[in-house]
DNA sequence: CGTCCCTTTGAGGGCCTTCAAACTGTGTGG
DNA sequence: CCACACAGTTTGAAGGCCCTCAAAGGGACG
């Protein structure tokens, strides 16, 4: 892991929390400028190796600049479970306001670029600021959903549905993150991983893929994935764009007062 | 469903949503004193009978002053599907700071006791005081760990190990609420419901559960479940009270700054 | 051109579902 | 007080979805 300084990170001409909540709440100059003055550190993980160790002391909120990421545990008998994935430009759940040891060890899936921010700062500023503090509500509520969405996924499809499901999930998320056009994504994750995210083995993954592809849903090439039939396929496995919490249904005046 | 008023509900002499949220982050008396100009209605609910419609706008934070509720929808396909029990006491969350339709519908499992407090007001409060928006981020943060942890039951446990966990999650909640006494708690949900929460039929519901008592993890009298065997059936089920958020977890200074 | 990692395909078995019916407890009306 | 209806639990048997083990196929890299 090589470590350096990056209150300004390349590739990006501003602070990278300070957007994210700012698409969450609306800040003031000086919600701006306080957020400002936290600085991250700047990491680089490879491929493969793990940049939070579970019952490690949780220290800083990780944002993924660049590159995929899973959060995983290993069960008492051996098999890994996977929380959840991470997507480029997406902040790391789970790690805040904690300060208790990490509950999943987070793997890099890809080279991956890592912002790191001190919680203790980021905790007293939500302390003081009440906007900064709704922005990190609001943003846990839009991850919540996506966990509710994927709950409602493991209970109540089949594994046929659920990979479906994930492939919209994915492709909503990379769309709000910019990484998604024409119904297309990359995947770089192996299916073994699927599997250990989805709750079946990672040989049924693939069987699954190719029945969605064999029934028109889905086109796979390599780790590309374009999705053909979008609104058939979110009909089948129950997706719905109303069950994602975007920023407009927290911080718009009520319509209904 | 008879309505009321009741700023100081029966039974309980004080305004049960600061009581609520004062145990998630320290509230000054003025923090509470604004709380408290925020007056709920006390609706009643009879046993089976919806109290919050899917798709109808959100108005109101409901709290369950007593009874047991379930969210749930029903899928297209005409199965139902069960995304968490709500407890005597505890808050009804997706539900804030939101003003879109709900996601999911709420029925009343038993006879029910609920508070609504107007959602206008709270989002008032929360963008105005740090402290009690920081209080609603650490209640949905404990909220968000149960959802992991099922998250977790349902990809990487089978059937027999999940409606352990099930039991587990439940008795631990309800300690919290001081509603579990020696291992023992009250489960007035019947077994079809429980198999629509953990994504397996019913009738398997009832096998799972008598295998757990031959195995003498629990032991089961009408309602009544008590768990005989609470440190093997955790380890079992890779139940953690580390995975968890407390509310020390989150105001307490860090240790490690 | 060989190695390694991952994907793909095949066959057998187990977990869980599905359909069905018997059983139990509870409330109701005769 | 008993007969009855009703809701939920319990038990049985057959079948399907998914797992498990295994091996072959493909692509990237040296």
Not at 38 to 54: K, M, P
Not at 58 to 78: C, E, K, N, T
Not at 115 to 139: K, T
Not at 178 to 189: C, S
Request: with cysteine; charged share 25%; aromatic share 8%.
């Amino acid at each position: 892991v090589t470590k350096g300084n990056a209150d300004t990170p390349k590739g990006n001409n501003g602070h990278a929390l300070t957007a994210i909540l700012s698409r969450w709440h609306p800040l003031t100059r000086e919600d701006r400028a306080s957020l400002a003055e936290i600085s991250a550190q700047e990491y680089r993980v490879s491929s493969g190796t793990d940049f939070i160790h579970r019952d490690d002391p949780v220290r800083d909120l990780p944002i993924l600049q660049d590159g995929w990421a899973a959060q995983y545990r290993v069960m008492h008998d051996g098999r890994r479970f996977v929380l959840k994935l991470s997507l480029p430009g997406e902040v790391i759940d789970g790690c805040f306001p904690l300060r208790e040891p990490a509950q999943y060890s987070a793997e890099a899936l890809t080279d991956v670029t890592l912002l790191l921010y001190p919680s203790d700062s980021l905790f007293h500023l939500v302390n003081e600021n009440p906007r900064i503090a709704v922005a990190f509500f609001s943003l846990e509520t839009y991850q919540h959903s996506f966990l509710r969405n994927r709950v409602m996924a493991l209970a109540g499809l089949n594994a046929y549905e659920r990979l479906g499901h994930l492939c919209l999930e994915l492709l909503t998320r990379l769309e709000i993150l910019g990484m998604a056009e024409n119904d297309t994504f990359n995947l770089p994750v192996k299916q073994e991983t699927l599997g250990e995210l989805l709750g079946m083995h990672g040989v049924h993954i693939n069987r699954m893929f190719r029945r969605l592809g064999a029934d028109g849903f889905i086109a796979r090439n390599k780790k590309t994935i374009q999705v053909k039939d979008r609104e058939g396929l979110a009909q089948l496995v129950e997706f719905r764009k109303a069950d994602i919490v975007e920023p407009s249904a927290i911080h718009t005046p009520s319509k209904y007062s």
